[in-house]
């Protein structure tokens, strides 16, 4: 066969023997992620006498957990070809509608409905821009990025709420069953969760589908606006979640909260082999991102490197992890 | 193009409109002198916008000119107290604003990386970057010498240097951007990409050349900026970059590329401009700034879309996903 003919008109080549499952599997992202954890996992434990204990390591899981949670929803979000960058305002704006919710005398079960209610309004309020009325999601969430956070500020300037109700200190402080905390319990069920919405229902492969070509995809039947509107419905309330377990976390609300983490969300979604172009992801190397981000930020905070060299290693990272293997296979 | 005429129109009348309702509770708002303090103050956002808009014209988007407006301030503030002479200092700020918007360009003219994503990444590289080589320390006034503070605020003609300069750029990227082929080609390239290859424009290129634009103007901004406030550290500007992107949608930059207009931009960064200044005297927080940049931002990007939608008699209904 001659060279020619094996290509089609993308250019790509097709190859005359598909390879075997094993194969495939060997040569995946994920597998190269999980040797990466795992050599990050040995380093650190030279590199630092503290880090092989169990209460360190659990201490460790908060670093990506929180974060975590929103890059399940943000993958499924970037897959289907959008993507979000105002869930950190989204934080803020739903710590701010707890605090109110706290001084007006709420409980706890309250608090924690007017977290989830809050961070939905919000998915709501972008989803409706970007499915809605058809806007790019880039700039509208940029727009509501400003506006959430903003928000925050008018209602608390320079102030900031405490005193949160006993019994709220659990969503971030409290353990489920020896060392490992809610929040990684909570981690751990939402990534079943969405890795069975993404890859075992139909909804999972419309988001695919989406992703790939959205024109295909409404030719299809899918109903393109419906699919994007509740990916942004459930970015905000992935947001929301994690907004309770922060504070809780926190015991506190300051307009400033969480700032940067969409940087950190979708580093983490990027790094977990969601094409930030759209079409292709998974969650478990979404799940293995943030394990090795997790371990990677407390290894540099046993060596006492400050969080704004982290940053700059988030950043390079980020562009790294699309760079090289562009830069291998010549682009 | 009378859609865009238009648009400028509309925003000329927004803006004095604003004026005019700010004026009638307190006069002294519109005294020619404090309306050029307001330019003045804007003079930095419309410096950045016009980089931006050009960035958005070819399609991209620049989320770090910020982090590089913070550090070439840095750099210049280090410089002059290194005791280089405030020329040099000028050129060196530029050269290096130009060079990390190469570092931008680059990546996506080569690499093919989505600009959001590489500028994301160069963002925090960017200002991480300060803290590396001040260990967060700041630049204080008594730092710095006497004619590198001085220089923003000298009078000239009865404007400051730092107004002299916002106009010298809008006049210069007017020109570059209406009258000579690397000006018509960031139009082309985002206006029909596959057809500005076909007429012998290299779009990679095109968009590495707005990048480093838009780092030299941030450069020069970050020079004027540490300057004028005669203070530098790590987190100066910090969010800028919100603004100066809505700035450029206010102004009519279609985020898609290809459309959009220097006066348009700068009439888009007046609007907040006026925004800003007007709410202390009104006796708004400034903390309302955030999220009135944002409404805006979420409004003008509407707006835009229900402009440019086709008129006219639908014959064959679109199916297209929306």
Redesign the interface.
């Known amino acids: 066969m001659t060279e020619a003919a094996k290509t089609v008109a993308t250019g790509r080549a097709i190859p005359d023997r598909l390879q075997s499952r094993t194969t495939r599997a060997l040569h995946s992202w994920e597998t190269i992620l999980l040797v990466v954890a795992v050599l990050v996992f040995v380093i650190n434990s030279f590199a630092s006498p503290y880090f092989l204990n169990a209460w360190n390591l659990s201490d460790a899981t908060f670093n990506f957990t929180e974060k975590a949670m929103i890059a399940f929803a943000m993958a499924m979000l970037i897959i289907a070809g959008e993507?979000d960058l105002s869930v950190a305002s989204i934080i803020a704006l739903v710590s701010t509608a707890m605090g109110l919710a706290m001084q007006a005398g709420a409980g706890v079960p309250v608090l924690v409905g007017v977290g989830l209610a809050t961070g939905l309004f919000c998915g709501a309020v972008n989803g409706l821009?970007v499915?809605?009325?058809?806007?790019?999601s880039?700039?509208?969430t940029?727009?509501?990025?400003?506006?959430?956070?903003?928000?925050s500020?008018?209602v608390l300037?320079d102030k900031a709420f405490t005193g949160y109700p006993d019994g709220f200190d659990f969503f971030g402080q409290g353990y489920v069953w020896w060392v490992f905390s809610f929040e990684l319990a909570l981690f751990a069920v939402l990534a079943l969760v969405f890795w069975t919405l993404l890859h075992r229902t139909n909804f999972g492969r419309a988001v695919y589908a989406?992703g790939n070509n959205?024109?295909a995809?409404?030719?299809s039947g899918i109903r393109?606006?419906r699919v994007r509107f509740t990916l942004f419905l459930l970015t905000g309330l992935t947001s929301g979640i994690a907004a309770i377990c922060l504070t809780s976390r926190l015991g506190s609300t300051r307009?400033s909260i969480a700032t940067?983490f969409e940087?950190e969300v979708?580093?983490m979604v990027?790094l977990g082999g969601v094409s930030?172009?759209g079409g292709s992801g998974t969650i478990p190397g979404v799940v293995l991102a943030a394990l090795i981000m997790g371990m990677v930020t407390f290894g540099f905070g046993l060596l006492n490197v400050?969080g704004?060299?982290m940053?700059?290693f988030?950043?390079?990272l980020?562009?790294g992890v699309?760079?090289v293997p562009?830069?291998i296979r010549g682009? | 193009m009378s859609i865009l005429k238009h648009r400028e129109a509309l925003l000329a009348l927004a803006i004095l409109l604003l004026v005019g309702v700010v004026a009638a509770r307190f006069p002294a708002f519109v005294r020619p002198g404090n309306l050029a303090n307001v330019f003045n103050d804007t003079s930095p956002l419309i410096l950045l916008a016009i980089g931006q808009m050009i960035v958005i014209l070819t399609k991209c988007i620049d989320l770090s000119m910020a982090a590089t407006l913070a550090l070439c301030g840095m750099v210049a503030a280090l410089l002059n107290g290194a005791g280089v002479p405030l020329p040099l200092i000028l050129v060196l700020v530029v050269v290096l604003g130009g060079l990390l918007g190469a570092v931008n360009g680059l990546l996506v003219w080569k690499l093919g990386i989505p600009s959001i994503v590489v500028t994301l990444g160069t963002m925090t590289i960017y200002r991480g970057t300060i803290f590396l080589i001040t260990d967060g320390a700041w630049v204080n006034a008594h730092q710095m010498t006497d004619d590198f503070k001085a220089l923003p605020r000298a009078v000239i003609a009865g404007l400051p240097v730092m107004s002299w300069v916002a106009l010298a750029a809008i006049a210069l990227f007017t020109v570059l951007l209406t009258r000579t082929p690397l000006g018509r080609s960031f139009y082309a390239v985002g206006g029909n990409p596959h057809a500005a290859v076909y007429t012998g424009i290299s779009v990679g290129r095109t968009q590495f050349l707005a990048f480093v634009i838009a780092g030299a103007l941030a450069g020069l901004t970050g020079y004027l900026w540490v300057a004028r406030y005669a203070v530098a550290y790590v987190d100066i500007a910090s969010g800028f970059e919100l603004s100066v992107v809505a700035a450029c949608v206010i102004g009519g930059v279609a985020i898609a590329g290809g459309a959009g207009s220097v006066i348009g931009t700068v009439m888009g960064a007046l609007f907040l401009g006026v925004i800003n200044n007007a709410l202390p005297v009104v006796g708004i927080s400034p903390f309302w700034q955030l999220a009135i940049s944002g409404s805006a931002i979420v409004l003008a990007v509407a707006f835009n879309s229900a402009q440019n939608r086709p008129a006219g008699r639908i014959i064959l209904k679109s199916v297209e996903p929306r």
Do not use: D
Not at chain 1, 131 to 136: D, E, N, S, T, V
């Open positions: 993507i821009l499915a809605g009325m058809g806007l790019p880039i700039v509208v940029i727009g509501t990025m400003s506006l959430f956070r903003g928000i500020y008018i300037g989406i959205a024109t995809a409404q030719f393109v606006a307009p940067g940087l979708v580093t990027v930030i172009l400050p704004i060299v940053s700059i988030l950043g390079l980020l562009i699309i760079a562009r830069l682009r």
